[in-house]
């Protein structure tokens, strides 16, 4: 098949939609199909466009079988409400023609990745006038988001933007998300069940196994009989990650237990900050993919931090790596969540944005190595059964997949929406 992927973010990006959608066309163009990306300039987590990509402002190019066509966008140094919506727009304005270019190639598919949901006019229009299938790729509902979180304020606001989403969203002829509490949203929002489709953020289990090195230990300077806890990602605002250095503060005296916090992103320099003087936790830059396996490895405890007003609107796609590391983890979020429903069989979940709950948690795994032994055992089990790459995307765009319009509700998600219940024995 001929593929158009219309993602703001994409590779090389580390983290986040850019990953995933990098490594979602990379393996498309693998399988022998043609496929070409509309997409911005690499920025993200940094909030900040490569050196590399700043000009010319549009460009094409090859990336491993991709045809890949940049068009600039605006970033800004500290993204709020406001200026959110200003830098999603900036690109769905510059992009659009870019997108109206590609009806001439006539895709099969035209594939829009959200964020940014401003995108999505432009991916149906150019799918309508090109007769191809139209599907909409969602990581996070980022205008619920935005209103729970506050960026966006106002009754009639929300009303008005909430009426708009659920008109783009029905024409569609497919909708994907990466839960099933994000698929239990689509239908509140009114896409039939037939259109929505289950695509889990993936992780390559040959890439990611439980190593036998403590290279990052030493590096650090960490004991090798040291307990590590670990959170690697995108340091975000929505993530509730100040219970870190909180939790830390509240474990300094125990020099047995080191805190490693690996990320960039607007949160970084509050997080410094806040562990100023601390001699428990360090930080560092996020690491090359090619030893993610390694700083995975090098966790006793993994920590997902999450904030309680987004914990349902997103499922971070870092949890699928923490899992396949074969370490337990430890989230902060509501009982109900989906977060908590999976976390729960293979680590413990506290109360969001409570340091003393989330510090006798890592007390509880630290003083028990047979606890972290199984769980973390949990762990690898169910990212193998769940998050196999090929296996979820050879799942997804399979010719039969593709065309499927059953009214059928995905039968395959783990930890809520018509999941068996002997999901993680």
């Known amino acids: 098949m001929r593929i158009l992927i219309y993602s703001a973010n994409f590779a090389p990006e580390p983290t986040g939609i850019g990953k995933y959608s990098g490594e979602m066309a990379w393996w498309l163009a693998e399988h022998g199909h043609e496929v070409r990306v509309v997409c911005a300039p690499p920025y993200y987590p940094a909030w900040q466009v490569d050196k590399k990509y700043r000009w010319p402002l549009y460009r094409r190019e090859k990336w491993h079988g991709v045809d890949v066509w940049r068009t600039p966008l605006w970033v800004p140094k500290s993204p709020g409400g406001l200026t959110r919506i200003l830098h999603l727009l900036s690109f769905a304005i510059t992009s659009f023609p870019v997108m109206l270019w590609q009806i001439g190639w006539r ?46 304020k106002g009754r009639l606001l929300q009303r008005i933007v909430l009426r708009v989403e659920r008109s783009l969203l029905r024409r569609f002829d497919t909708v994907s998300t990466i839960s099933g509490r994000m698929i239990e949203r689509l239908l509140s929002k009114g896409v039939t069940a037939g259109k929505t489709r289950y695509l889990p953020n993936w992780v390559d289990l040959s890439r ?29 605002g929505k993530q509730g990650l100040m219970v870190i250095p909180e939790a830390a503060r509240l474990l300094r005296s125990r020099p047995d237990i080191a805190f490693v916090v690996c990320g960039d992103g607007v949160m970084k320099p509050q997080l410094e900050s806040a562990a100023t003087g601390l001699p428990n936790i ?9 030893r993610v396996s390694d700083l995975l490895g090098m966790a006793d405890i993994h920590l997902l931090p999450q904030s309680p007003d987004a914990a349902d609107l997103v499922l971070p796609s870092k949890l699928s790596g923490m899992l396949a590391s074969g370490r337990p983890v430890i989230a902060t979020c509501r009982p109900e969540t989906e977060i908590s429903e999976i ?10 944005e409570d340091s003393k709950e989330l510090a006798l948690a890592i007390t509880e795994l630290a003083d028990n190595p047979d606890a972290r032994f199984l ?51």
């Open 107 to 152: 895709p099969d598919v035209v594939l829009t990745v959200a964020p940014a949901f401003m995108c999505a006019p432009a991916g149906l229009l150019t799918a309508w006038l090109c007769h191809a299938k139209r599907w909409l790729h969602l990581q996070d509902f980022e205008v619920d988001v935005a209103f729970s979180m506050g960026l966006l």
């Open 208 to 236: 990611i196994k439980p190593p036998k090195n403590g290279s990052y230990r030493e590096k650090l300077g960490i004991s090798s009989d040291a307990i590590v806890v670990l959170f690697s990602g995108t340091l975000g």
């Open 282 to 290: 360090c930080f560092m830059p996020l690491q090359p993919a090619g």
């Open 343 to 352: 976390v729960s069989k293979c680590g413990l979940v506290v109360a969001p």
């Open 375 to 425: 769980l973390g055992g949990r762990a690898r089990s169910f990212a193998e059964e769940h998050f196999e790459r090929d296996a979820v995307l050879n799942r997804m765009f399979a010719p039969d997949a593709i065309e499927d319009e059953s009214a059928d509700l995905p039968d395959d998600v783990p930890g809520g929406l018509a999941a068996p219940d002997d999901v993680a024995a």
